[in-house]
């Protein structure tokens, strides 16, 4: 199915493809600082394929920490953060934010808690290459 996702005023949207029909869809309540702060709950599937599009990226915050590997999509006229963003080798990642969904029943959805502050950055880098989503389009400015 085609999942749809914004933020609260709708100026970062996004679609992600999901095989199954309802689909089932693991989430992560992320226990670092930001995502905590946050109430990041995320999700990815290495077969999925996301489309994101940003109208105003004068109002786009990216906003990174830490490692500085990650990047946060923060909305900065209604403060929602849709997604993350991660560059490795030269390609880029993502995973996305449950709470952000539109079309999805709540029941499709298994959160779980997550921490991930011992992982060094190798292993963290690892993980994200094989969880992540690999297909990424972000178009920004779409008006
Ligand atoms: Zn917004």
Known sequence: ?????????GNIAFELEWQGDPPEIPARACGCSFCVKHGGVWTSNRNSRLAVAVRDTALVSKYAFGTRTATF???SRCGAVPLVTGEIADHLYA?????????VDPSWIRRAAADFEAEDLESRLARR????IADVRIVEGSG
């Open 73 to 75: 999509y923060v909305c």
């Open 129 to 132: 290459k094989r969880n992540w």
């Open 1 to 9: 199915m085609l999942i749809e996702g914004k933020c609260h005023c």
């Open 95 to 103: 995973v996305v934010n449950v709470n952000v969904f539109g079309n």
